[in-house]
């Protein structure tokens, strides 16, 4: 089902189904708003390929970075969470974290580049990715990992890349956001954010999960899970399913 014309905001998309897709799940399912006359108007609504701009609005306890238009600042807040960092020779520092919290998350997107934090000493700091090995906090009862690594299609700086599934292949998820503007207006701005998926072995050898050659790709990198390669090649997974695949992975099947 595509929804046309249907007013509201970004944040109520977890109200809308997609063709079998809910967005709370990151499914692949796609959100274009447009903001009409400072109304916000929710243009398509369908399934796309990952390799695609597809609009994602994540509302379990993390969301996308999204812009004070699209969440009035009522529904924003800053916020300092206790966390940790970890440096490329181990050593932990405790501090705290000054983040952006929207509705019941926190903005993953906006901690990607670059996070704000206070160490023990009162002093505020940016810490970049370059700079650690990993960030660590908890929210929502949940812990969050977010590990430098190099995105394939941003080559030339690292990102702090939340962390998914950890086992001898890591599943890493990247948010970006693209902004479109029209001829001359704000008005007829076009928000799109992309959730992109990558997969990485112990040996550092790092994959973006994407539509374009999966069964190809996907099952070769697999190759030494002949019960997992055999499922990718028979289709019982897309890029989509990279959860699923990695769970998989390092559970007890390819043992």
């Not at 796309?48 to 238009?69: I, Q, Y």
């Not at 949940?142 to 001898?168: C, I, N, W, Y």
């Amino acid at each position: 089902m595509v929804a046309h014309h249907t007013y509201g905001s970004p944040g109520n998309a977890s109200r809308y189904r997609c063709r079998g897709f809910i967005p709370g799940e990151s499914r692949g399912a796609t959100y274009l708003w447009s903001n009409i006359g400072g109304r916000w108007r929710l243009d398509e609504c369908k399934p796309e390929p990952l390799n695609k701009l597809t609009l994602f609005v994540v509302l379990l306890p993390f969301v996308a970075k999204v812009s004070s238009a699209q969440f009035p600042a009522s529904q924003s807040r800053p916020v300092q969470v206790t966390g940790e960092i970890v440096y490329a020779n181990k050593k932990v520092e405790p501090v705290k974290f000054e983040m952006l919290a929207i509705l019941n998350g926190i903005s993953v997107e906006d901690i990607e580049n670059k996070i704000h934090y206070i160490n023990e000493k009162g002093n505020r700091k940016i810490l970049r990715p370059k700079d650690a090995e990993e960030i660590r906090f908890k929210w929502d009862e949940q812990d969050v990992r977010m590990v430098s690594r190099k995105p394939r299609h941003e080559a030339t700086k690292k990102k702090f890349m939340r962390l998914l599934d950890d086992g001898r292949v890591r599943l890493y998820e990247y948010i970006k956001t693209y902004r479109f503007v029209g001829r001359a207006t704000i008005d007829r701005a076009r928000v799109q954010t992309t959730i992109y998926w990558y997969v990485e072995r112990k040996d550092a050898r790092m994959m973006m999960m994407k539509p374009l050659g999966f069964k190809k790709k996907m099952s070769k990198y697999f190759a030494d899970c002949p019960k997992l390669a055999e499922r990718i090649i028979a289709g019982a997974y897309k890029a989509i399913d990279a959860g699923q695949i990695v769970q998989y992975y390092n559970g007890d099947n390819c043992r």
